[in-house]
Structure formats: C-alpha cells, structure tokens
C-alpha cells in the first residue's frame, strides 16, 4: 500500500466527505479516447526511471485512472483471498507492493491539479473523485483483508520482526482499527450511519458559513475609503459592480477583505460594523445558523469514539499524534496562555496611549485591535520591506539553500544535463542530489519556481517518488513550487522576506524526503503535529551568519545586508504576538474542551461563552475562529482536536533552534548536525516521534523555548 492510499486512510472520512459531488457532465465525445497507457507505465530512463513529464496527454488520464484503480484493486482482493495464512511477507508487504501502477498515474494527477490545471482537467477530477473515494472505502471496508492484517498483529510472527517492521504491522492495523474495522454486527452498522450523517451536517456547517459570507457585504460609498490602500480600492469597486451596486465599494465578508479594512480603514464606526459582520458568520439565528449543528456534530462524533473503546473524541484522535493524549497537549495552551493574555493587555496599553495622544477619547475595542497595532507598527518595528528586498535575490537564496544542505546533510546538488530529465513546463530546473562524501545518488530535485496561469497559488512540496528499499532500492524524487515574479531577462529576481522564509521552508520538507532512510513506503507517511517541525526548523538556517554573509547580498553592490537591518527583522517577528498567539489560542483550547467533553444536551453559544470567561478572554479581540465558523474541526475532520498542533509544532521548533543556538558549533555545529539528521530527519515515521525527539534532544521539548522565541517572559527567568 503505497503513500496515496495510506493518506487516504490517515485522513479517513475527511477525503470521503469532500468528494461527494454529482459530475456536472461525463467527458464523452472526444476524439480518440487515449487507454491511458502513458500515464501508467513503468518510469524509464536515468536516475532509477523518471516520470515522463514531457508525454503527459489529458485524454489518457481517466482510463488510466479507472485502470490503475482496478489493478489495485485486483492486487487487494489477491491478498484478502489468498489460501496460505497470513503472514508478514504475504499481507502486509503484498500491501505495501500494491497500488504501484496507481501511483504512478497519481504523480501526473498532482501535476494537472496544482501546476498546470485547467477547466477540461477539473472536469475529469470532478468525475472522478467519487470513483476515487468508492475505491478508498473498497479497500478500508475489506473485512477479509483487515482479518488477515489482524492475525498478523496479533501473531508469534510479530515478535520476531525488526522494529520498522512491527512499525509498519501497527501502523497498517492500526489505520483500519481506528476507522471502524474491528466492529461488527450493529456497532458497524451504527458506525456506518453516524459517518453519512456526519458528511451530511459537516458539509451542511461549511455551507452556512459559505452562505454568511457571500449574504453579507458591506457597501460604502467614495468619502468613506479614507486609509484604504488603492489596490483593496479597487478591488472593492470591483466586487461592488460584480454584486450590481455599481459606483459603490464591497467589504466582502471575508478574511481576505477584512482583515486589511480593520487594518487600514479609520472609519471607526464602519469597522465596527465590518467586525461584527464577519464575527458573526453562522451565528444569526437566522437558516444559516450554526449552533445546533455543533451541538449534533460533537454529539455522533462522540458516540462514534465510544463505539470503538474511546473516552472521548480527543482522546481517539490523538492516540496516534506526537502529543498522544489530550491532557498533554491541554497543559502546553495552559502553559502559554498566562503570557498570552499578559501580553495583550501590554499591547492593548500601547495602543491605547496612541489613541490618547490623539485626542480621540475611545477606549479601544476589538475593531481598533488591528488599526492602532499598524501604528504601534509603524511606531516601533518599522521594517522597509523594499530594502530588505534588494538583499533577497532568488538564485542567492537557492545557493544558500544547496550550502545548507551541504553542511548539514552532506548532499551535494549538481543540475542534471540539459533534456536528460522530462519536465511538464519550461520553467522547471532539475537537480541530481548526491552524497557528498560518497556520490551516492540520492534523488532528483525539481524546482518550479515562477507564477504561472492554472498554477495553485502559494508554495508547497511534493514527492513523485519516495525512498525504498525492501524491493530493491527506490529514489527520491522530490519538488519545490513557488509562485515568484519572474524579473526581467538578465535581472536578477528579488523576493520578499516572507517569501524567502517560504522558500527555506519548503525546502525544509524537501531535505526531509532526502534525507528518508525507510524501507518501507508505507512509513514515508507524515504525523499531522510533527511534519512541519522540520520544515519550520530550516527557516532559522535563513539568518545564520554564513548566510547572511555569503548570500544575502545586495543584487548591485555585492554587500551583505546591513546588521541593522537583520536586527530590525528578528524585532518584527514579535510584533503583535500577543493577539496573534491569544486569538489562535482561545480557539485551539475550545476545540480541545469540546472534543474531551460529554456533549449531551449542549449549547455551543452558551458554551463558549462561559469558557472563554473562564479562560479570562481579555475583551479586546475574540477568538481566531469562532464556533459558528471554525471550520477547521467542524467543517470536515480535518483539525477536530488537531487545531493544537500549530502550536506543538512551534514548541518543537523553537527547543530545537535553541539546541543550535547553545552548540558549541552553532547552527553549524557538526555532531548536533548528524543527530538532528539520523533522528528527526531520516526515520520519517519509522520511529515514534517523540521517542525521535528525545534521541535528538536528551529530553522533550520545553515550552518556555517557545515563549522566548515569541517575546514572552518565562516564569523563573
Ligand atoms: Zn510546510
């Protein structure tokens, strides 16, 4: 069972729930339908075979989907019926060899859908993603194939297995246990029922507040834009025609929309108003309501953990989670919440002696939050993005990235020759990944690197290809995609600071694929509150000296960025902490408190309400994520009892940067270099992650890393 599938039973009803739409049309009529044999094919050529990006045909995609679906299948039905007994070598690693044909065609799949989408490809992928889902739930419902997994997880065999081996037996029973596999009779029908239900009311919840959002605009008119940059101007006239109120301007209900009007606007009585709107999304007792269907979500989603052995619906959830119990990750928000909040009011002080200095007479409220911190911005953390800018050159920041990894991991990127790897766009450049010390090929490294119309928006990684070896060995192939403005011919490009982070972090996710030594595919797999770890962790290599020095250099004169400058940007990374840490935190706690009580009889208004006094909310800003429209945990599953995990992975990252900072070398330091490598990096989900955490570090992670790093004050210090 290889990286698709098992995602798909990572996430569960999650994926299940998305895909239930009707397909507007078949795509019938076309010419000569391609069988799709293109797209399934074994991958030739250098490097272990590569994906021939460069013979991708569109036509071929549905039978070659329907075709690699159908051979999986076949290959699962083999393995269920097989007359020998189970054993390790018949189930579990038959499984882990299944689904290879699929595979291939989903490498193509994620091309068309995030690098080169279209209408025609959105079309089939509307088509397809019932059949899709049809063939998940197919392979999760096996009760004959679970039976075996089963026999295999509780035999003598087991004990006589190495340790990514037994791994690798948990993990695979473990994904069909905790989705309802060990039922039978009425708890599975029971179990079956509260997941179409829980589909239809989740689906129902993202509706309503997709509805609020659309239903409620606020209109101004021209005297009232003061503040307002001219390009949200403009898009607001915009959305006013498109809405038939020509002439006007449309504050969409949004956060997009919103945020920078509270920001901007000095319109206060509009940013009340506009506050309150967007507030009050699936929470106005009118069909759009939200609050009964928390009270019916949180209530089968309890029963659900219940008819499976579980206290409550946090518990189940975060069995399988780095942090594995709710209680541990309750005690890291309580932990930080007191500074929080202490934070907060000394913000709140700082604004409100702004609005003083003013002469306004207001007593700031939750719509001046955003406005007066721009001015406390401006005010103290001044950053003049522009400069910073002319230092952030994107062929530099690449070579600081392959020097990163050069120290670090050992690897060493050399650009393939030219033509010798397929590629789906001219943009794309290709890397060979060796072992510095050995030349050992490791992997290919594809970058696509510029914005591009059908491309997705923002940056992201991937792997077409991940490393193997218990059927001889299998290589990497991982990606890199951004969206960067492509300069003029012979000018070098320049990236923001924000984006040169993105960059180091996607990077980050890549040089974990890299660094992979597993045997199985099956434990490539990722841990929602662990993966961005390594990822987060590589944007600190961004403001190392040796960086700095070598590579942030401005694109005219050569000279390294001024340390007044770098000073100022570490200053701006704890501008408005305070809010941003309390508003995440005030809805990452709530999601925990509803998920890890009995939610007979309740109601979400009052509930919320009354834990945010408890909590003592300060009353200057509100949740990120209010109940009505959190639709991270109650839209799909998806961040339900997860919304903690942000935070997790910050603490991580925060304790693991300190652990460089006091190396005797560094960031740079060669033996914290190698742990951090063969414990964090390499094991992928080969070992538990906090037992990995504690390899690296002697110890668990400590939160008061993260308070330093926010600014905070730490009790005792
Ligand atoms: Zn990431």
């Known amino acids: 069972m290889r990286k698709n599938l098992l995602t798909a039973w990572v996430v569960g009803s999650t994926i299940l729930a998305s895909a239930c739409t009707e397909p507007s049309s078949e795509m019938t009529n076309k010419k000569t339908e391609a069988d799709g044999s293109t797209l399934l094919a074994e991958w030739t050529g250098p490097y272990g075979g590569v994906p021939a990006f460069d013979q991708m045909d569109l036509e071929a995609l549905k039978p070659a989907l329907e075709t690699g679906m159908a051979s ?183 956060r997009s929309s919103m945020d920078p009007f509270l920001t901007f606007s000095s319109e206060r009585d509009l940013r009340e108003q506009v506050w309150r709107t967007y507030y009050s999304r699936g929470d106005n007792g009118d069909e759009h309501d939200n609050n009964a269907l928390i009270a019916e979500i949180l209530q089968l989603r309890h029963e659900r953990v219940q008819l499976l052995g579980h ?52 007593t700031i409220e939750p719509w001046d939050y955003r406005y007066y911190a721009e001015k406390v911005r401006q005010d103290k953390y001044d950053l003049d993005s522009d400069e910073v800018k002319q230092y952030m050159q994107l062929g530099k920041l690449r070579e600081a990235m392959f020097f990163v990894a050069s120290e670090l991991f050992n690897f060493e990127f050399t650009p393939v020759p030219d033509g010798s790897v397929p590629i789906f766009h001219p943009d794309v450049m290709v890397w060979e990944v060796t072992d510095k010390t050995s030349g050992d090929h490791i992997g290919l490294w594809y970058l696509d690197p510029f914005a591009r119309p059908g491309k997705s928006s923002g940056a992201w990684a991937t792997t077409y290809r991940s490393h193997e070896t218990f059927d001889g060995k299998r290589t990497v192939l991982g990606s890199n995609n951004s969206n960067f403005i492509k300069g003029a011919p012979g000018e070098p490009v320049l990236v923001s ?14 040089l974990h694929y890299f660094s992979s030594n597993v045997d199985y595919p099956s434990l490539n797999g990722g ?13 600190r290599w961004l403001l190392t000296d040796e960086v700095i020095d070598n590579y942030l250099v401005h694109h005219q004169t050569g000279e390294p960025i001024p340390a007044e400058l770098v000073t100022k940007i570490k200053k701006a990374a704890t501008f408005n902490q305070g809010f941003s ?3 995440y935190l005030a809805s990452a706690l709530l999601d925990m408190k509803y998920h890890t009580m009995d939610p007979t009889g309740l109601d ?114």
């Open 527 to 539: 841990v929602r509150d662990y993966t961005e770890f390594q990822s987060q962790l590589l944007e």
């Open 311 to 362: 206290d409550n619906y946090a518990a189940w959830r975060l069995e399988d989670r780095m942090a594995k119990t709710p209680e541990k990750a309750l005690a890291l928000m309580e932990a930080v919440w007191p500074a929080a909040i202490a934070r907060v009011a000394e913000e709140v002080a700082d604004m409100q002696a702004i609005a003083d200095r003013e002469g306004t007479g207001i």
């Open 72 to 254: 999986s299948l076949a290959e699962i039905e083999a393995i269920a019926q097989d007359p020998e007994p189970p054993t390790f070598e018949n189930t579990i690693l038959a499984m882990e060899r299944s689904g290879s044909q699929l595979d291939r065609v989903f490498a193509y799949f994620g091309i068309w859908s995030s690098n080169r989408s279209t209408p025609e490809f959105r079309e089939i992928q509307q088509a397809m993603a019932p059949k899709l889902a049809e063939f998940r739930s197919k392979i999760t419902q096996n009760a004959a194939l679970f039976e075996r997994i089963k026999t295999v997880y509780e035999s003598d065999e087991m004990q006589s297995l190495d340790a990514q081996q037994q791994r690798l037996v948990w993990l695979t029973y473990d994904g069909f246990a905790r989705n309802g596999a060990t039922l039978e009779g009425e708890p599975k029908e029971r179990y079956a029922a509260i997941n179409q239900r829980l589909a239809e009311i989740h689906t129902q919840f993202g509706n309503n507040v997709l509805a609020d959002e659309e239903g409620y605009v606020t209109y101004v008119n021209a005297d009232q834009l003061d503040g307002l940059s001219e390009s949200f101007v403009q898009a607001a006239a915009v959305a006013a025609t498109d809405r038939d109120h020509e002439g006007e301007y449309a504050i969409t209900n949004t």
């Open 497 to 510: 600071w924000d984006d040169a982070r993105t960059f180091f972090h996607e990077f980050g996710h890549a």
């Open 581 to 583: 840490t309390t508003e």
């Open 604 to 717: 979400a208004d009052t509930f919320e309400r009354q834990a945010l006094e408890e909590l003592n909310m300060p009353k200057e800003l509100p949740m990120r994520h209010r109940s009505p429209h959190f639709g991270h945990i109650f839209r799909n599953e998806g961040y339900a009892a997860a919304y903690y995990g942000y935070m997790w992975a910050d603490v991580l990252t925060a304790d693991a940067a300190e652990a460089f900072e006091q190396a005797p070398g560094g960031y740079y330091d060669k033996e914290l270099a190698s742990k951090l490598v063969e414990h964090l990096f390499a094991p992928r989900n080969a070992v538990d992650p906090a037992e990995a955490y504690r390899a690296f570090r002697g110890r668990d992670a400590h939160m008061e890393a993260l308070m330093r790093d926010r600014g905070f004050p730490v009790p005792g210090e």
